[in-house]
C-alpha cells in the first residue's frame, strides 16, 4: 500500500520501534487469517429464565442511574453522589454480569474509582468546552491504562502521562476522523504535530494545537526523554497509525488486507503507547501481548460501530464483510483471534495480573456479544440462536432497551459528570 500523503513516515522509519510495530501487524495478520470460522469458543449457558432474572438487574440498574441523573444537584462532583453511583455499578456487575468479589474488588477497590475521579477533575479544568462523548471516550483509556498499571504490579494511579495520553484521544482522532476538515489542513497538522512529538520545538498554528502540544508539556515532565526513548516513539507510532486511519473513510482504493492491516496498526499501537506510558519501558513479551491487545479491542470497536460506518461510509473489516453477506463467519473469527491473543499473554506475573486476566476476558466476550445483539439484522437468525444463550441477556431485551435509552445515555452522562 503506498503510505498515505499526509503521513509523516520518515520521523517514525528512525526510530527502533518503527520494525517492531510492522513485525506485530505481520504476526497478527497472519494470526486472523489462521483461525477457523466454526465453532464458538464460550462455555457459560444461560437458560431463558436466568437471562430474564439478569434483565430485571440490569433495568435496576438503568432506573438507578435515571433516578441520580434526575437528581436535583446531580454532579459527578459529589462525594455521596459518586459513592452511590458506584455502589449501583457493583451491584450491577455482580447481580447482572455474574462478577465475583475478587473481580469486583479489583475494579472498585484497587484505584480505579479514584483514579476516575481524579481524571474528570482535572480534565474539566484543562479544558471546559470538552464534550461528554469526549470525556467518557478518554476515561475508556484511562481504565485501561488502569488495568494495565495492575497486570505489571504497579500502583493504580492517575499519572500525568495517563492523563495526557488519554486526553490527546478526543483531540487528535477525531480531528483526524472529522470528514468537514480539509486534508491540507490536517496534512499541516500531521506534519506540525509528527515535529513536537519527535522532540523539536513546533509553535502552535491555533488554540487546538497549543492544548495538544501542553499534554505532550505533561508527558515530558513525567518521562524524560533520554532516559525513556520508546514512550516517545510508541506516541509517534499510534500518531502514525491513527493517521493511515484515515483513508478508510476516503476513496482511496484499499484491499482487504491493506483494510485489515490498518486495523490492527491502529487498535494495536494505542495500546501499546499505553504500556509505555505506564511503565516507561516494556519487555518483548509485554509489548507483544499489548499490541494484540489492542487490535483485538479495535475489532470489538469496529463490530460494535458496523451499522454506524456502514451508514457513514468508513470502511473496516466488518462494513465490507456485511455487503458480502451475514456476519456470522467474521464475528467467530473475532472471538477465536481474540482467545488466542488472550491465551498468548506472557511477561505479567503475580495474582493481581492473573485475576484481571479472567476479568478482561469475560467483559470482552460481553462486548462481542452485546455487539452482536444490537447488530441482528447483519447475522442470520440461526446464527443469532446459537449465540444468544451464550449472553446473560436476551437480545430481544437489549434491542428494547437500546430503542428506549440509547438516545438519553449520553445525555445523562454528560449530567453525571
Given at each position: 500500500?503506498?503510505?498515505?500523503?499526509?503521513?509523516?513516515?520518515?520521523?517514525?522509519?528512525?526510530?527502533?520501534?518503527?520494525?517492531?510495530?510492522?513485525?506485530?501487524?505481520?504476526?497478527?495478520?497472519?494470526?486472523?487469517?489462521?483461525?477457523?470460522?466454526?465453532?464458538?469458543?464460550?462455555?457459560?449457558?444461560?437458560?431463558?429464565?436466568?437471562?430474564?432474572?439478569?434483565?430485571?438487574?440490569?433495568?435496576?440498574?438503568?432506573?438507578?442511574?435515571?433516578?441520580?441523573?434526575?437528581?436535583?444537584?446531580?454532579?459527578?462532583?459529589?462525594?455521596?453522589?459518586?459513592?452511590?453511583?458506584?455502589?449501583?455499578?457493583?451491584?450491577?456487575?455482580?447481580?447482572?454480569?455474574?462478577?465475583?468479589?475478587?473481580?469486583?474488588?479489583?475494579?472498585?477497590?484497587?484505584?480505579?474509582?479514584?483514579?476516575?475521579?481524579?481524571?474528570?477533575?482535572?480534565?474539566?479544568?484543562?479544558?471546559?468546552?470538552?464534550?461528554?462523548?469526549?470525556?467518557?471516550?478518554?476515561?475508556?483509556?484511562?481504565?485501561?491504562?488502569?488495568?494495565?498499571?495492575?497486570?505489571l504490579g504497579l500502583k493504580i494511579q492517575l499519572t500525568p502521562a495517563i492523563f495526557a495520553y488519554s486526553m490527546l484521544y478526543p483531540y487528535t482522532d477525531?480531528?483526524?476522523?472529522?470528514?468537514?476538515?480539509?486534508?491540507?489542513?490536517?496534512?499541516?497538522?500531521?506534519?506540525?504535530?509528527?515535529?513536537?512529538?519527535?522532540?523539536?520545538?513546533?509553535?502552535?498554528?491555533?488554540?487546538?494545537?497549543?492544548?495538544?502540544?501542553?499534554?505532550?508539556?505533561?508527558?515530558?515532565?513525567?518521562?524524560?526523554?533520554?532516559?525513556?526513548?520508546?514512550?516517545?516513539?510508541?506516541?509517534?507510532?499510534?500518531?502514525?497509525?491513527?493517521?493511515?486511519s484515515v483513508l478508510l473513510l476516503g476513496a482511496e482504493k484499499l484491499s482487504n488486507e491493506e483494510i485489515l492491516r490498518i486495523s490492527l496498526e491502529k487498535?494495536?499501537?494505542?495500546?501499546?503507547?499505553?504500556?509505555?506510558?505506564?511503565?516507561?519501558?516494556?519487555?518483548?513479551?509485554?509489548?507483544?501481548?499489548?499490541?494484540?491487545?489492542?487490535?483485538?479491542?479495535?475489532?470489538?470497536?469496529?463490530?460494535?460501530?458496523?451499522?454506524?460506518?456502514?451508514?457513514?461510509?468508513?470502511?473496516?473489516?466488518?462494513?465490507?464483510?456485511?455487503?458480502?453477506?451475514?456476519?456470522?463467519?467474521?464475528?467467530?473469527?473475532?472471538?477465536?483471534?481474540?482467545?488466542?491473543?488472550?491465551?498468548?499473554?506472557?511477561?505479567?506475573?503475580?495474582?493481581?495480573?492473573?485475576?484481571?486476566?479472567?476479568?478482561?476476558?469475560?467483559?470482552?466476550?460481553?462486548?462481542?456479544?452485546?455487539?452482536?445483539?444490537?447488530?441482528?439484522?447483519?447475522?442470520?437468525?440461526?446464527?443469532?440462536?446459537?449465540?444468544?444463550?451464550?449472553?446473560?441477556?436476551?437480545?430481544?431485551?437489549?434491542?428494547?432497551?437500546?430503542?428506549?435509552?440509547?438516545?438519553?445515555?449520553?445525555?445523562?452522562?454528560?449530567?453525571?459528570?
Amino acid at each position: 500500500m503506498a503510505e498515505p500523503f499526509f503521513v509523516p513516515v520518515e520521523i517514525f522509519r528512525q526510530t527502533w520501534l518503527f520494525h517492531q510495530v510492522h513485525g506485530f501487524v505481520d504476526e497478527l495478520a497472519r494470526l486472523w487469517h489462521s483461525c477457523a470460522t466454526a465453532g464458538l469458543p464460550l462455555d457459560r449457558v444461560y437458560a431463558p429464565s436466568e437471562q430474564r432474572q439478569r434483565e430485571s438487574h440490569l433495568d435496576l440498574f438503568i432506573h438507578r442511574l435515571q433516578a441520580e441523573q434526575q437528581s436535583k444537584n446531580a454532579r459527578f462532583e459529589n462525594l455521596d453522589m459518586q459513592t452511590r453511583i458506584f455502589s449501583h455499578v457493583g451491584a450491577f456487575f455482580r447481580d447482572a454480569l455474574g462478577f465475583t468479589a475478587a473481580e469486583l474488588d479489583l475494579i472498585l477497590d484497587h484505584g480505579f474509582k479514584e483514579s476516575t475521579r481524579e481524571f474528570i477533575h482535572l480534565a474539566r479544568q484543562f479544558d471546559a468546552r470538552l464534550t461528554p462523548a469526549d470525556l467518557f471516550q478518554a476515561c475508556r483509556n484511562v481504565w485501561i491504562m488502569n488495568g494495565l498499571q495492575l497486570m505489571l504490579g504497579l500502583k493504580i494511579q492517575l499519572t500525568p502521562a495517563i492523563f495526557a495520553y488519554s486526553m490527546l484521544y478526543p483531540y487528535t482522532d477525531n480531528y483526524l476522523d472529522d470528514s468537514a476538515i480539509a486534508r491540507e489542513e490536517k496534512m499541516a497538522f500531521n506534519d506540525r504535530f509528527a515535529q513536537r512529538l519527535a522532540g523539536h520545538s513546533v509553535a502552535p498554528a491555533n488554540e487546538h494545537e497549543r492544548l495538544i502540544f501542553a499534554l505532550i508539556e505533561k508527558i515530558e515532565g513525567h518521562f524524560d526523554r533520554g532516559r525513556f526513548p520508546l514512550v516517545f516513539e510508541s506516541l509517534l507510532a499510534i500518531h502514525q497509525a491513527q493517521s493511515k486511519s484515515v483513508l478508510l473513510l476516503g476513496a482511496e482504493k484499499l484491499s482487504n488486507e491493506e483494510i485489515l492491516r490498518i486495523s490492527l496498526e491502529k487498535g494495536g499501537a494505542s495500546v501499546l503507547a499505553d504500556g509505555y506510558l505506564v511503565a516507561g519501558e516494556l519487555t518483548d513479551e509485554q509489548a507483544d501481548f499489548m499490541f494484540g491487545y489492542g487490535a483485538y479491542l479495535q475489532f470489538l470497536d469496529d463490530l460494535q460501530d458496523v451499522d454506524e460506518d456502514d451508514r457513514l461510509g468508513q470502511r473496516s473489516i466488518y462494513t465490507l464483510a456485511a455487503q458480502r453477506g451475514p456476519l456470522d463467519e467474521i464475528a467467530t473469527r473475532t472471538l477465536i483471534f481474540g482467545e488466542r491473543v488472550l491465551a498468548g499473554q506472557r511477561g505479567f506475573t503475580g495474582q493481581a495480573a492473573v485475576d484481571y486476566s479472567g476479568l478482561m476476558r469475560t467483559a470482552i466476550q460481553l462486548m462481542l456479544l452485546e455487539a452482536v445483539g444490537f447488530a441482528g439484522k447483519y447475522f442470520t437468525p440461526a446464527f443469532m440462536k446459537k449465540i444468544e444463550k451464550y449472553s446473560p441477556f436476551r437480545f430481544s431485551h437489549l434491542q428494547a432497551l437500546k430503542k428506549r435509552h440509547a438516545p438519553y445515555y449520553m445525555s445523562m452522562f454528560g449530567k453525571l459528570i
